[in-house]
Nanobody, 121 residues
């Protein structure tokens, strides 16, 4: 089994910054990619940013230039630096990892429990 533990959410004023962290642990052969998604009340979960094992990144248009994702392969950890936060960034942020299992060699998707980010105006 694989567990994802998120940290770093909280309450911040508009224009402020937060840094989210997510550490994966358990039976891991290799992590191919990690990312952050978010879900605001009444809305669907959406991709915020993702990073592959090779370091290739992908961002939602709404956060491009404000958020930076980075990964530490040795620590199976991903970070999301969020700057210039806006009230519309308020959501529960979920960590995701695409993990290759030792037993099967197949890739499985795992999710964290989520961390609340609230941006006040």
């Amino acid at each position: 089994q694989v567990q994802l533990v998120e940290s770093g959410g909280g309450l911040v004023q508009a224009g402020g910054s937060l840094r989210l962290s997510c550490a994966a642990s358990g039976t891991i052969f290799r992590i191919n990619a990690m990312g952050w998604y978010r879900q605001a009340p009444g809305k669907q979960r959406e991709l915020v940013a993702a990073v592959t094992r090779s370091g290739r990144t992908n961002y939602a248009d709404s956060v491009e230039g404000r958020f930076t994702i980075s990964g530490d392969n040795a620590k199976n950890t991903v970070y999301l630096q969020m700057n210039s936060l806006k009230p519309e960034d308020t959501a529960v942020y979920y960590c995701n990892a695409e993990v290759v299992a030792f037993e099967t060699g197949y890739e499985y998707s795992y999710w964290g429990q989520g961390t609340q980010v609230t941006v006040s105006s």
